[in-house]
């Protein structure tokens, strides 16, 4: 496990194509910050594919880029997911961020090789009320999310992601040279949709291709907790 130290705030952009399958709404958003230079990534990017089979469940993989130093940069490494990983870890009073990180519905922080405590976060996020909702529609050709809920959220922030449902990489060089490794659920764009206060809201979605999805959320600005989830492959 590799762990760094530092601090830094959180930004990021977005773009689709056509067309769609079904929707999966409300569900356990699992955030995997992995890199292709961490040696004990693998199986933490295996278990995200093993995860990916269990019904409410979403599992996204964000590419960090500060291994990229030593001597293979991360193919789908990213600036703003590093820098959401560094927003978690001042969520939860850290002092280091490491990977294979899992974060848990923007709760829970386990190891990404600990399945079994995997497990038990995502079943405890699961079996939470739910009083906040992301439904995606078609509405005449056109996807939407329709978000509400029950209760006074406070002021949070929609979030949307594009992904690459699998992709394979054979790395040439750093800790993993000569390994032909898979990700899945490989996210290639994050964005900041807006803010959002409870009231009803509805918002456009792209269709993702072949192979590809989209994905929504709301996150609580003051701990960090994801309310609510949802997304559709394509």
């Known amino acids: ?78 600036r703003a997911h590093t820098e959401r990983q560094f927003a978690y870890r001042d969520y939860m009073g850290g002092r280091v961020v490491y990977t294979p990180q899992m974060v848990v519905h923007g709760q829970h922080d386990v190891p990404g090789y600990k399945i079994d405590r995997l497990q038990n976060a995502i079943a405890t996020a699961g079996s939470a009320p739910r009083e906040t909702t992301i439904t995606i529609q078609d509405d005449g050709g056109m996807l939407k999310a329709v978000l509400s809920t029950e209760m006074d959220p406070g002021l949070c922030t929609i979030w949307m992601a594009s992904y690459d449902r699998e992709q394979t990489v054979e790395i040439e060089r750093g800790e993993n040279a000569g390994r032909r490794l898979t990700y899945h659920n490989v996210v290639d764009k994050l964005m900041r949709v807006g803010q959002w206060t409870g009231s009803p809201q509805e918002i456009s979605l792209p269709q993702p291709g072949a192979g590809q999805g989209v994905a929504i959320w709301v996150q609580d600005n003051r701990t960090g907790h994801v309310l609510a989830a949802s997304y559709i492959d394509g």
């Open 1 to 78: 496990m590799k762990k760094l130290l530092a601090a830094i705030p959180l930004v990021l952009g977005l773009g689709l194509t056509p067309p769609h399958a079904d929707a999966d709404d409300n569900v356990v958003l699992v955030e995997l910050f992995t890199s292709q230079g961490c040696s004990s990534c693998p199986p933490a990017d295996a278990n995200l594919g093993t995860l990916l089979e269990t019904s409410g469940v979403l599992g996204l993989s964000m590419h960090v880029d500060y291994w990229d130093y030593l001597g293979w940069r991360d193919t789908f490494g990213s």
